[in-house]
């Protein structure tokens, strides 16, 4: 009886990214790490372009790098105390099925707010949830944002 529950529960995909925000009072800015399901990425960007992606394979181009950059830097904006954020694109990296992009914001003396819209994936799964976390200092903050809210804003302290 067992059997039937645990197969309902492995069929069913979770769709997620996780991108954390980090304040680096040395550098001045904010580091940005997201993190998402190469086969999820693929399969959007396939359907949105009509062709094939193989990124962290031998088959990758310098193309598809660019295509990635282009749809993240399309469809993450970021504010700053009110004011939107200039983003440096640093690259990518590969972890097995997940890829890690790495963003910063230069010129961030320091903050009380962040607004972060995240609409990655929102365009191609229902169930998608794109996890925010914030950390200035020791105070860490999070954000769920799915397709019926795909913005929030976290306040600090100074």
């Known amino acids: 009886m067992v059997f039937p529950v645990l197969m309902a529960a492995s069929a069913h995909k979770f769709y997620v990214s996780i991108t954390t925000i980090e304040y680096a009072p040395k550098e001045q800015s904010l580091q940005l790490i997201s993190k998402i399901f190469l086969d999820d990425i693929e399969d959007a960007l396939e359907e949105r372009y009509g062709r094939k992606f193989y990124f962290n394979s031998k088959k990758e181009t310098a193309a598809d790098a660019e295509v990635l950059k ?12 009110g004011a ?12 097995i099925d997940v890829v890690k992009i790495f963003i910063e ?48 804003l976290l306040k600090f302290k100074d």
């Open 70 to 81: 282009d749809y993240v830097l399309q469809k993450l904006r970021i504010n700053v105390n």
């Open 84 to 95: 939107p954020a200039k983003f440096d694109y640093l690259g990518t990296d590969y972890d």
């Open 105 to 152: 914001i230069p010129k961030v003396k320091s903050f009380k707010s962040i607004e972060v819209e995240n609409l990655i994936l929102l365009d191609m799964f229902d169930e998608q949830q794109n996890i925010i976390h914030v950390k200035k200092n020791k105070d860490r903050r999070s954000l769920i944002l799915e397709k019926e809210n795909p913005k929030g």
